[in-house]
C-alpha cells in the first residue's frame, strides 16, 4: 500500500496517517454503499490540512483500501446508516 500512495505522490505523512488510522482507528463501523457492498470503515481524528472542517476516513472492502477526508455531517450520514462495531 505504501509504495502504491508514494508512486501517486502523496506524503510521506499521509501514508502514515492512513496506516495509523487502519491500526488505531477512532471508531469503526460496518457500510454498505449504494450497490449493497460492504466495507469496513475507519473513522480518524485525522484533519484535512487544506480544509480542517474534514476528517479523514479510511474505507476497506476484501483486500482493496481507499481514504477520503469528510465533513462531519457525510461521516454523521455514514454512521447512522452503518452498524457499529468498535470506539476507543
Given at each position: 500500500?505504501?509504495?502504491?500512495?508514494?508512486?501517486?505522490?502523496?506524503?510521506?505523512?499521509?501514508?502514515?496517517?492512513?496506516?495509523?488510522?487502519?491500526?488505531?482507528?477512532?471508531?469503526?463501523?460496518?457500510?454498505?454503499?449504494?450497490?449493497?457492498?460492504?466495507?469496513?470503515?475507519?473513522?480518524?481524528?485525522?484533519?484535512?490540512?487544506?480544509?480542517?472542517?474534514?476528517?479523514?476516513?479510511?474505507?476497506?472492502?476484501?483486500?482493496?483500501?481507499?481514504?477520503?477526508?469528510?465533513?462531519?455531517?457525510?461521516?454523521?450520514?455514514?454512521?447512522?446508516?452503518?452498524r457499529f462495531?468498535?470506539?476507543?
Amino acid at each position: 500500500m505504501a509504495k502504491h500512495f508514494a508512486k501517486t505522490g502523496l506524503s510521506e505523512k499521509y501514508i502514515d496517517e492512513v496506516i495509523d488510522g487502519i491500526e488505531n482507528p477512532k471508531e469503526i463501523y460496518s457500510t454498505k454503499d449504494i450497490n449493497g457492498a460492504i466495507s469496513r470503515c475507519y473513522f480518524t481524528d485525522y484533519l484535512n490540512p487544506q480544509k480542517t472542517s474534514e476528517r479523514l476516513c479510511i474505507f476497506a472492502r476484501n483486500d482493496i483500501i481507499t481514504a477520503y477526508h469528510m465533513k462531519k455531517d457525510k461521516i454523521k450520514k455514514l454512521k447512522e446508516g452503518g452498524r457499529f462495531i468498535w470506539k476507543k
